[in-house]
């Protein structure tokens, strides 16, 4: 069954709470199907192609839980059929006695197709150290 996203923000949506999830099939569904697209993520690296990100993201899921993150989002670019959302992603992370990881910025390309709105590039970098 092929969901469809009405706008970038319910692909968008739907990305992340397959992430939350840790749902391989729900996260796929949101990406397009095509070869052309790609994901980048920190100390991973750089995967093209539908069977790159299905490698990466089995991987990162490996450990039987998803990645649970608070978005912020900091600027939309779109157009009739493209959308650029930069975002800050925070790592939602038990509380413990350590400081709480750096949050990272965040990049998602959309394109819209016959089906709705796909996501084409994810990519993500730790955010710079705030300033003294």
């Known amino acids: 069954m092929s969901l469809t996203y009405n706008t970038p923000q319910d692909a968008e949506d739907a990305f992340y709470d397959a992430l939350d999830a840790g749902d391989l099939d ?48 900091l600027g939309w670019i779109e157009t009739d059929d ?7 992603e925070t790592l939602q992370a038990p509380p413990s006695d350590t400081a709480p990881p750096a949050p990272f910025y965040g990049t998602n390309i959309y394109r819209k197709d016959k089906s709705g709105w796909r996501l084409l590039i994810h990519q993500n970098a730790p955010a710079p150290a705030p300033s003294p």
Do not use: K, N
């Open 82 to 88: 493209i959308a650029i959302h930069q975002v800050e």
């Open 26 to 73: 729900q996260l796929l569904a949101v990406w397009a199907e095509s070869d052309d697209i790609c994901c980048l993520l920190p100390m991973y690296p750089l995967v093209q192609g539908r069977q790159g990100v299905v490698d990466v993201f089995t991987h990162l899921f490996s450990q039987g839980r998803g990645v649970s993150l608070a978005i912020t989002h």
